[in-house]
């Protein structure tokens, strides 16, 4: 049985933290006899490596020649500790101390030419990017060999074969799993557990790349598809995806079992567990995602899956996204006109700002959407120039915004077939006097999202959180 394991920053963000998930590793391998390890860079905040990096990278680019250094100084500061923490002082930890320091060293000669160049291509951000997690494998990995495994740092460059679109590079399925298990399965087959970076891969040439901010969740999947593991497990600092965000909600809970279209509607409103990407290739091949704690190993955490066979049932988890506009564009002239939504959505993804809900009366005479607060008056300015013409003849009354809204989504498969949940959740809200400003279900069956105000957003939350059985 082959068991992919990912673990994030935090796992890996101190000695103490990779001893921990050096236990962690140990157990697994004793239940699973394969398995992989995946790993982001040391992040323990408030310094998270990948920041630093990225932090020198763009210093550099705007001709600060100091502060690069000084990042240099801290990533020394933050590896070396965790080496002397972890590796007795002999043989293995100048092996390690050495190969990390190339890599800062590296970061400095890089930074430097960028600041001559005055220029930051994607390529050299994803070069000096990636390096966090160079440097992290390669201290896991030497640990785990010091308390008895064979364990070996595997940088994915060698095994993620993905397009040149740097900063969020596409994978191309074929060329990683033949890349994977050429170098992988032996590994395996001899008992030794493959320490592998995520995050970071490689176009066909060998040109480091990564998968996007948060990518190494991402990677792990990737990799679980390749070597057609058993399951994927993401560590995490919670007990898996919660019915809530705890900080609305005192008695959040962990849910069990989630199926892959429950977590992506949640993913997509903003529970930060998992990087969205890395649910397809689970779901392609039928592999079990489970999301545990860290900190508290013992839990059985989230497993999503297929399909969890419970067809009916209900809610299972209720989000909400605050700091949000309703922007309307209305007018009875709309009526019947093609393209008038086209040219509304056109002209805010012009502006490089992302809709979060849309609703449209059948009436046609109004089309509301909600979008990040901070880009109202961005996004009423283009919709003002769009439809000037139509503005000045009254097919458009107005272009309005309400400040302060919240989205509402409660999540469950269960929701379809089930008749009456959308009338549950309307009666409690009711009930609590929460004025509901737009709502949108999702064709899936399997969301619904209420528009509510800022201010009734935690009422709203603990109501509905309370009708979770
Ligand atoms: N280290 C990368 C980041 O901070 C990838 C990850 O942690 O998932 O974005
Ligand atoms: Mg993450």
């Known amino acids: 049985m082959t068991l992919v394991m990912k673990f994030g920053g935090t796992s890996v963000g101190s000695a103490q933290a990779m001893r921990e998930t050096a236990v962690l590793i140990q157990q697994a391998q004793k239940e699973w006899g394969s398995v992989v ?30 502060t690069y250094k000084r990042v240099a100084d801290e990533l020394r500061q933050v590896h070396f500790e965790a080496i002397d923490g972890l590796l007795i002082p002999e043989g293995e930890r100048q092996q390690i101390m050495g190969e990390n320091g190339q890599f800062i060293s590296r970061f400095e000669d890089l930074c430097q030419a960028v600041r001559v160049l005055g220029e930051l291509t994607p390529r050299a951000l994803d070069a000096i990017s990636g390096m966090g997690e160079q440097m992290s494998v390669r201290i896991l990995a030497a640990y785990l060999r010091q308390i008895g495994f064979a364990a070996e740092a595997v940088d994915a460059t060698e095994l993620i074969v993905t397009d040149n679109n740097f900063q969020a590079a596409m994978p191309s399925l074929p060329r990683t799993k033949s890349k994977t298990r050429v170098r992988v399965q032996p590994l395996l087959d001899k008992g030794a557990i493959p320490i592998i970076t995520g995050f970071i891969a490689a176009t066909e040439q060998g040109i480091t790349t990564t ?31 919660m019915t809530t965000d705890p900080r609305l909600v005192q008695n959040a809970r962990s849910i069990p079992v989630l199926t892959y279209r429950e977590v992506s509607e949640l993913a997509y409103y903003g529970a930060k567990v998992l990087h969205p990407k890395t649910i397809r290739p689970c779901i392609e091949n039928d ?32 989000t909400a996204i605050k700091h949000l ?23 805010v ?109 935690g009422t709203a939350v603990s109501e509905i959180h309370a009708l979770i059985a």
């Not at 790993?39 to 210093?59: C, E, F, H, I």
């Not at 506009?325 to 002209?347: D, W």
């Not at 909600?370 to 107005?398: G, M, Y």
């Not at 959740?425 to 209420?450: D, K, P, Y």
């Open 37 to 66: 390890v995946v790993a982001s860079a040391m992040g323990s905040k408030p310094v998270k490596v990948t920041d630093l990096l990225l932090r020198g990278a763009y210093s550099a680019a705007a001709g600060d020649g100091e």
């Open 211 to 241: 998968l996007g901010r948060g990518g190494s969740d991402y990677s792990a999947a990737i990799l679980g598809q390749a070597l057609q593991a058993d399951e994927v497990w993401i560590w995490t600092d919670v007990d898996g995806v």
């Open 325 to 347: 506009s309703l922007i309307t564009v209305e007018g009875k002239g709309m009526m019947g006109v093609p393209g008038i939504a086209a040219r509304t959505f056109g002209a």
């Open 349 to 457: 993804a012009h502006e490089d700002v992302s809709v979060l809900l849309i609703s449209q009366a059948s009436s046609e005479q109004s089309i509301c959407f909600a979008t990040p607060d901070e880009s109202t008056e961005q996004v009423i300015q283009a919709l003002e120039r769009e439809f000037a013409k139509e503005l000045q003849r009254q097919d458009i009354d107005r272009i309005w915004a309400q400040h302060d809204v919240s989205i509402v989504t409660v999540v469950g498969a269960g929701m379809r077939g089930t008749p009456g949940i959308a009338g549950r959740i309307f009666t409690v809200l009711g009930a609590q006097e929460t004025n509901i400003i737009a709502i949108a279900q999702g064709s899936s069956e399997c969301s619904i999202s209420m528009v509510v105000g800022g201010d009734d957003t």
């Open 287 to 318: 592999i079990p995602l489970r999301i545990k704690n860290t900190f508290n190993p013992a839990h059985s955490g989230t497993v999503i899956v297929p399909d969890d066979g419970n067809g009916k049932g209900g809610i299972k988890a209720v």
